[in-house]
């Protein structure tokens, strides 16, 4: 493959992508997203960039500036699409995060980081896991849920209804830092890697050749928002290439379900971990009516699982 990308010095993909799109085509499909109690919500460009203003907004309004790092840690709540936006139009450095992560865990990466203020599921007792591994570190720092008052912590999804629309952009460089992800820690303590906001052009490649998502397509990639797979297959390369994100939020994974939102979504391009796939072929794979391309990542695969599942969709995994 031979092209040249092409991008100014200030490239931020919040504006120069998500507001773009959203005001050449504001009904676009962005985010399609559902969950184990039958909760839907489809959300354009256009609700993308105004949610993700009215986020930036209160954090601004607290003090939160470009170069500050702010942990997320959502889960596959949608809330974090407009936080990632938010966070990258002011500049501020994103650190997901998962919610399986223990207290020490939180405190260790909130202290290495020096974290201004940490964005949180109310879910899976995360905020009480937050709020203890804040106060260890003796940092004054600012703590948001969503969804649900929680002492100690703002809930954005109150405070954003009378949040402005209106917001100046903050101008940051290709070359700025952007998203810091810890690394496992498998030798030695994890490690923050800084990716810069050159970062989501990588994954045009990621979103095109590997996973063949397509123009007013549907994506979607098995991965909780902790994980750096959400930035390879929620987030940038999709949206890059005109795809939709679908997200389905659940907690225990079941196969049948996983079918069922493929096809009641008309999913065209689906990318999921080994395991996944292993579930899949053992329990049977019923027709997927509009799936062109399915890929895989993260661990080995047996050969009897490939040619399982290409028996019985006809898809070259």
């Not at 889960?75 to 450095?93: D, M, N, P, S, V």
């Not at 109150?158 to 810091?180: C, G, H, K, V, W």
């Not at 690394?183 to 990716?195: A, C, D, F, L, N």
């Not at 959400?230 to 987030?235: D, F, N, P, R, T």
Request: hydrophobic letters at 40%; a negative charge.
């Amino acid at each position: 493959v031979d092209f040249e990308l092409n991008f100014p010095n200030n490239f931020n993909f919040a504006y120069d992508v998500v507001d773009e799109i959203a005001k050449e085509e504001p009904n676009k499909k962005a985010l399609v997203w559902c969950n184990t109690e039958n909760e839907e919500h489809i959300f354009t460009f256009k609700d993308i960039k105004d949610y993700s203003i009215k986020y930036a907004n209160i954090f601004v309004e607290d003090g939160i500036k470009k170069g500050d790092h702010v942990m997320v840690v959502l889960k596959r709540q949608y809330e974090y699409w407009f936080t990632a936006i938010a966070l990258h139009k002011i500049g501020a450095i994103m650190i997901p995060a998962t919610h399986m992560l223990t207290v020490s865990d939180f405190s260790y990466r909130i202290k290495k980081a020096n974290v201004k203020a940490v964005i949180c599921t109310a879910k899976d007792e995360v905020t009480d896991k937050i709020y203890k591994a804040t106060q260890e570190s003796e940092l004054n720092i600012k703590l948001y849920c969503v969804q649900k008052d929680v002492e100690h912590f703002c809930n954005l999804t109150t405070r954003y209804q009378t949040s402005s629309t209106n917001f100046e952009r903050i101008d940051t460089l290709a070359t700025d830092p952007m998203l810091l992800y810890f690394t496992s820690g498998t030798t030695g303590e994890p490690k923050g890697v800084i990716h810069n906001y050159s970062y989501p052009l990588a994954h045009i490649i990621t979103a095109i050749y590997w996973q063949q998502a397509e123009d007013d397509g549907l994506h979607f990639t098995i991965a909780e928002t902790g994980w750096a797979k959400a930035s390879w297959g929620k987030l940038y390369g999709q949206w890059l290439v005109g795809s939709a994100v679908m997200v389905y939020d659940f907690d225990n994974f079941n196969p049948s379900q996983i079918i069922n939102i493929i096809n009641k979504y008309r999913v065209t391009s689906f990318c999921a971990p080994p395991t996944v796939y292993r579930y899949l072929t053992l329990k049977g794979i019923p027709k997927l009516t509009n799936l062109k391309h399915a890929s895989t990542a993260g661990e080995q695969l047996a050969p009897e699982i490939f040619d399982s599942f290409t028996a019985q969709t006809g898809l070259l995994l």
